[in-house]
């Protein structure tokens, strides 16, 4: 694969929060947060056309979608904070 | 991850979500449409992929689908994660050729969902929540919502 070389600037305390091994290969970290970030413009791009094509969507259309979304968002964060507790309890 | 402080997340679907989607391009336009603005990243799995191909009626129709759609690699511990839940899974169901009939019914596909699942997002979609379901019983930290398809 070919590769290109670029200098950037990081924020330092974004680095500390990166694992061992994040920082270790730090090229491979960069090239995995761009592809995501990629691939959330091409979704985004993806609507821009569907709109353009058949015009916006209204937030009636969308909301019970959304609607699901948030839910499912919520669920997770509990979930999480549940294990964060346990994990916490768990070590104490 | 943070975009400018903009948060998103990598969320998936199982097959009855590309299937559903296939039957109706609207409603499925309409849920990435909403993802978009939560700032919810839909991938899909290559074992998605052979399923609702296999599964589709009409292969071209799904392609449209799949070729939007970002692709996430599964990893070996996808694997063996796949395989603990679904032994779980069976012995939920009783043990023996109860559990046997669970697993097979189950599946490899929506057992490996639910594992690649846990490693991002956690929010699965899914047009058929039982199989997902299961798993979660079964103890997969994962997130099922069923969509209006």
Redesign the interface.
């Known amino acids: 694969m070919a590769t290109v070389k670029r200098s950037v600037t990081i924020d330092p305390e974004v680095l500390a929060e990166l694992s061992v091994e994040r920082r270790k290969n730090l090229s491979a970290t960069v090239n995995d947060?761009l592809r995501?970030?990629a691939?959330?413009e091409?979704?985004?791009q993806?609507?821009a056309e569907?709109?353009e094509e058949h015009g916006p969507?209204t937030e009636e259309?969308?909301a019970?979608?959304?609607q699901?979304?948030?839910?499912?968002?919520a669920?997770?964060a509990m979930?999480?904070a549940e294990?964060t507790v346990h994990g916490y309890r768990g070590k104490a | 991850m943070t975009r400018r402080g903009v948060r998103f997340s990598l969320i998936t679907a199982d097959t009855s979500w590309v299937i559903a989607a296939e039957r109706d391009p609207t409603a499925a336009r309409r849920h990435i449409a909403a993802l978009t603005r939560v700032g919810q990243l839909l991938v899909v799995s290559p074992v998605v992929i052979v399923e609702a191909r296999q599964r589709c009626a009409h292969v071209g129709a799904v392609d449209v689908v799949l070729a939007r759609l970002r692709k996430e690699p599964l990893t070996p511990e996808d694997g063996m994660r796949a395989s603990e839940l679904l032994r779980i899974a069976g012995q939920h169901s009783g043990g023996g050729r109860a559990a046997s009939a669970r697993i097979h019914e189950i599946g490899t596909t929506d057992a490996l969902v639910a594992a690649m699942a846990e490693r991002l997002g956690r929010i699965v979609y899914s047009a058929d929540k039982r199989h997902l379901m299961w798993l979660k019983d079964a103890g997969a930290r994962i997130v099922v919502r069923s969509v209006p398809f």
């Not at chain 1, 699901?68 to 968002?73: G, K, R, T, V, W």
């Open positions: 947060a995501l970030l691939a959330l091409a979704q985004q993806l609507v569907w709109e969507f259309e969308l019970p979608y959304i699901a979304a948030l839910s499912a968002q669920e997770r979930m999480v294990e």
